[in-house]
């Protein structure tokens, strides 16, 4: 849902001075003002006003400017609200305001002024662009809590942190707006219709942050629209929490459009989840911090293995379907690893600048080799050589194949019959074991704040969004816009990386390892409009 919005309160509104009074003399002023030792700025000043957001608070008149150079190009990519249908709907005061917790935060609801622009490196002419909802508590609430009959669900594959952002989400209920009625879908989205429903309290839900996977137990497909949202209603619950990645959020999207068109008073809230950190807008994922820590785990392993034999030559391979996020970072952070392979970046084996001459050279150097590739590389050279058939899991992602073994066997094949050298190769896969980890600290810190977020935003009134920082701070991002489109603005592209970026140019700074740019063979479909202006160019640029 985008607009956007035009100013409406005078310059004097806008004032980015403490609130206590300052008294100067004149000559202070003056040279305050008009410093002689500093140079002329650059730009001319500008005086900004305040733009008047759509508060359903405070309802102030929604205004869309004709003129985009108005406000400066601001546009709000605002989130839906149940009395956008259910104009009618009686408001409450915040709990949070009688809170012993929140007694002495100096500012305890957000403004509805408060947005998060998604870019905050610009030119000095550029339009202020994109900018989403401030997350956090708000003064008036649209539910009672005695009243809230909360429901919990997550679905697809297993990362580290569900169980967190599971506990505090019960835990935020419970002890920050009073709620005791909340209940935990079992299975996924076939158990709102298949499978019986688990009571949950923070004495339940107390120390499962401490295990790995999900409580609640998930599982892939299964979504039936009508029936959910019949199970919905008839249970009476009217706020659904939805833990899972962008499937799942589609399908989110889908339920908020039918309560919409049911003129329900529910509110359903997501929080987007994936390992790969390929969400675009947010910053990152929860649980990522957890895999590129426990990445590290086995990339030493391999490191040790190889070191310790002649000719050691490792392969670990690393999560990554279409973003090659996690074996980037990890081997940032290891520092043992002489090649990194993602699926962004093509590569090729044979010839000059290839793999296998990059393998000889180190094993020449060093002695050994430590190879990261991730999940999604090389899929097209598997499946040149294997009958694969497309098929695809319960959620309609396109199964892999094993890039991992398919390199083990070509290396181990090339040094041995072609180059008559004995190598030592060792191969370690460790997919599920950093799937099924507990979070580490920074994740279990991250989860809580987006359980939060999430619980502020249904009792609030907001509906069909999902919550995630965006230039570290929490926002709320609309699933669907108000025809009915499914938007997904976190799903709509996935989030990879870019060879144009200077974090990439990092990892081949780090790892010396050739970045393949020069194969005139590899496939065209692998590589982006930027990749094919890098290789025409033989330079990279920074964005």
């Not at 990362?159 to 009625?181: A, F, H, K, Q, W």
Request: net charge neutral; proline share 5%.
């Amino acid at each position: 849902m985008e607009f956007t919005i035009s100013s409406g309160l005078p310059k004097s509104s806008l004032s980015l001075a403490p609130s206590f009074p300052i008294t100067r003399s004149k000559s202070q002023a003056s040279a305050l003002s008009n410093p002689s030792h500093l140079p002329k700025p650059f730009f001319k000043s500008r005086s900004f006003s305040i733009f008047p957001l759509v508060s359903r608070q405070n309802r102030p008149i929604r205004s869309q400017s004709s003129n985009p150079a108005a406000d400066n190009g601001f546009v709000l990519e605002d989130v839906p609200h149940l009395t956008n249908f259910r104009p009618d709907l009686p408001t409450y005061p915040n709990p949070l305001q009688n809170s012993q917790a929140y007694a002495i935060v100096k500012q305890t609801f957000v403004r509805p002024e408060d947005v998060v622009a998604e870019r905050i490196v610009v030119q000095r002419d550029s339009p202020r662009g994109v900018h989403f909802r401030r997350a956090g508590p708000r003064e008036k609430v649209y539910f009672k809590s005695d009243e809230v009959r909360a429901c919990i669900v997550t679905c697809g594959g297993l990362c580290p942190g569900i169980n967190t952002v599971i506990r505090e989400i019960v835990c935020g209920l419970s002890y920050m707006y009073g709620v005791e009625d909340i209940l935990g879908i079992e299975g996924g989205y076939r158990g709102f219709y298949s499978k019986n429903t688990l009571r949950l309290t923070p004495k339940v839900v107390n120390d499962i942050h401490k295990r790995g996977g999900t409580f609640l137990r998930t599982s892939r497909g299964g979504h039936d629209t009508h029936k959910i949202v019949d199970n919905i209603e008839d249970r009476g619950i009217n706020q659904v929490y939805i833990i899972g990645g962008d499937g799942t959020q589609k399908g989110a999207a889908l339920i908020y459009k039918e309560v919409e068109k049911r003129g329900l008073h529910v509110a359903v809230a997501g929080i987007p989840k994936t390992i790969d950190n390929d969400i675009a807008v947010i910053d990152k994922s929860f649980g990522f911090d957890t895999a590129v820590e426990e990445a590290q785990r086995a990339i030493n392993a391999a490191h040790v293995e190889v070191e310790s034999v002649e000719n050691g030559v490792g392969i670990v391979k690393l999560m990554g379907r279409y973003s090659g996020f996690i074996a980037m970072f990890a081997t940032l952070a290891s520092r043992d690893v002489d090649c990194c392979l993602i699926p962004e970046s093509p590569f090729y084996l044979e010839g000059r600048g290839g793999l296998f001459e990059f393998i000889e050279e180190r094993l020449r150097e060093n002695g050994h080799v430590v190879i990261v590739i991730a999940e999604g590389a090389g899929q097209e050279y598997v499946a040149q050589e294997i009958e694969a058939i497309e098929k695809k899991d319960a959620s309609g992602n396109k199964l892999l194949l094993d890039v991992g073994l398919w390199l083990t066997d070509k290396i181990k094949a090339h040094f041995t019959k072609v180059r008559k050298m004995a190598i030592n190769m060792k191969y370690i896969d460790p997919t599920y074991m950093i799937r099924a980890i507990p979070s580490n600290a920074s994740d279990n810190i991250y989860c809580t704040l987006l359980a939060q977020s999430a619980v502020h935003g249904a009792m609030a009134g907001y509906s069909g969004f999902t919550v995630g920082p965006v230039n570290s701070k929490h926002a709320y991002i609309p699933i669907s816009d108000k025809l009915g489109v499914v938007l997904q603005r976190v799903t709509e592209t996935q989030n990879t990386v870019k060879l144009t970026d200077r974090m990439w140019a990092r990892l081949l700074a780090s790892t010396n390892q050739p970045s393949f740019l020069g194969c005139n063979d590899m496939p065209q479909e692998r590589i982006g409009k930027e990749t094919i202006n890098v290789i025409s160019s033989s330079e990279i640029s920074s964005s």
